[in-house]
């Protein structure tokens, strides 16, 4: 009798999970849905190709290596979809999670490490018959690439729910539900092409194209520089805030927890000021990306450290900026005491001051002398050129390239903004209403007023 009752409470209880799971699959899609039709309103202004417009030029020449975010959508909402049916992880206890991922991450190490091995392996010129000599190794990493394949989405959902946790604690559910909903998808990011006048550092063309290897892309921006008379950069990508979020493949537990933090602030800018401003007007290139990525900078780095100490004590925790006064004095982020941040910063100072008297020949061979410089002290920079300050510069919250922002006080000011509100939802519900530097700046001196 004891039997059967608990064989059907546990079966009732099961009934429930699975049904709970399909509504919050409704109302996550459902919102996905939403979204992007608003995103292409946003983002397609304009029905007409202006042809001989530099940016719709360019557009146009890379066309046939145009990211296909259609085809990855769908394939992203039908595998969260499986996943919120079918999956396993709310049967699963807390420590079990855990090592649930930790376990996928280390099987992602593996497999990255035999994917360099193949290439190692076909990339040596004395190799004869590469094929024969890594064939062990492609079945492999076929066979481990196939499991992973069907635990990818588990391992999603088991971080998504972690961070969600962390999410609500700090303030930012409404009935228990973190909103908007959490919802990330690894997978194999597409590059982004940026490029910048030479005479000026600004972002006018921000473009996802296909995965390439580095000689397609050097061939690519050189054809792109030759022909348009601009400086350009494809650079890798961590993330981009579709819904669900592309997040790139890692092996890194901490990486992917700051990085799924980041990309949900995004989500959760969508519905104010700050997020929507990100699409219209000036934002790919102005002031108002720069502000929403430097936050989402911050708060990745913070949501992440409380995750971590969580669930992952035995991880390494993000390193969180200060506020300085002085933003050109930074902490050395390497064991020989070399500062990427500030010589970053001087490098964007100098280059501002040969742009600025138009010496745009003499500014472009000072940046090779600098990405020269750079790769003397371990830091092997492919290119640096206007694309990557426009890029690079609007990632402002400390440490890395941070100072690729140069003079611009954005980042400084964020930080000073951080240190004056009790909390991190305090901290982002100061800044989801701003849009300009002039505001930005105008909050920092009224909070100080205030203090």
């Keep these: 009798m004891v039997t059967t009752f608990r064989m059907i409470t546990t079966g009732l209880y099961h009934s429930y999970l699975w049904v709970s799971s399909v509504l919050r699959w409704w109302w996550r899609y459902g919102l996905a849905i939403t979204w992007l039709c608003t995103v292409f309103v946003f983002v397609i202004p304009r029905s007409t190709v202006l042809v001989y417009d530099t940016n719709q030029a360019i557009a146009i020449d890379i066309s046939t290596i145009h990211f296909d975010y259609i085809g990855w959508e769908v394939s992203a909402i039908r595998a969260k979809a499986a996943q919120m049916l079918f999956g396993q992880h709310a049967f699963m206890d807390e420590e079990s999670r855990s090592q649930f991922v930790r376990d996928y991450m280390a099987d992602i190490a593996h497999a990255q490490q035999l994917e360099g091995q193949v290439n190692s392996i076909y990339t040596e010129p004395n190799t004869e018959n590469p094929a024969s000599v890594a064939a062990a190794l492609i079945q492999e990493r076929d066979s481990l690439r ?18 969600a946790n962390i999410l609500a604690e700090e303030g930012f559910a409404f009935m228990g539900q973190v909103l908007p909903p959490m919802a990330m998808r ?16 600004r972002m006018e063309v ?8 580095v000689d397609q892309r050097t061939t690519i921006e050189n054809a792109l520089d030759a022909e348009h008379d601009v400086s350009s950069i494809i650079v890798p990508l961590g993330g981009i805030a579709l819904y669900p979020a592309m997040i790139n493949e890692t092996a890194s537990i901490p990486f992917a927890i700051e990085t799924f933090a980041h990309e949900w602030l995004h989500h959760y800018l969508y519905f104010h000021p700050l997020g929507v401003s990100y699409f219209t007007g000036d934002g ?8 929403n990525e430097t936050t989402a900078d911050l708060f990745g780095k913070e949501i992440a450290r ?10 390494p925790l993000p390193q969180l900026p200060t506020y300085q006064a002085n933003p050109t004095t930074t902490q050395a982020d390497s064991s020989n005491g070399f ?5 970053m910063h001087e490098t964007r100072t100098t280059l501002d001051e040969l742009l600025a008297s138009v010496a745009v020949e003499s500014a472009e061979i000072y940046l090779e002398e600098r990405r020269q410089f750079f790769f003397d002290n371990g830091y092997r920079f492919r290119k640096l050129n206007q694309a990557f300050f426009a890029f690079y510069g609007g990632y402002q919250a400390g440490g890395g390239v941070s ?4 003079q611009d006080p954005t980042g400084s000011t964020i930080l000073a903004i951080r240190s004056q509100t009790s909390s991190i939802h305090a901290f982002v519900a100061t800044l989801q209403d701003v849009t300009s530097l002039d505001e930005l700046l105008s909050l920092q001196v009224s909070l100080e007023a205030d203090d």
Excluded: H, K
């Design 186 to 201: 690894f997978t194999r990011m597409p590059n982004l092409l940026v490029t910048s006048p030479r005479d000026a550092i």
């Design 403 to 406: 100072g690729a922002g140069g």
């Design 339 to 343: 500062d990427l941040a500030a010589e």
């Design 306 to 315: 409380l995750v971590l100490q969580r669930y992952y004590p035995e991880e």
């Design 206 to 213: 921000s473009i996802a194209v296909d995965p390439l290897s």
């Design 146 to 163: 196939e499991v992973l394949s069907r635990r990818q989405a588990t391992a999603e959902a088991i971080l998504e729910g972690q961070v």
């Design 284 to 291: 790919f290139a102005g002031e108002a990306r720069i502000i």
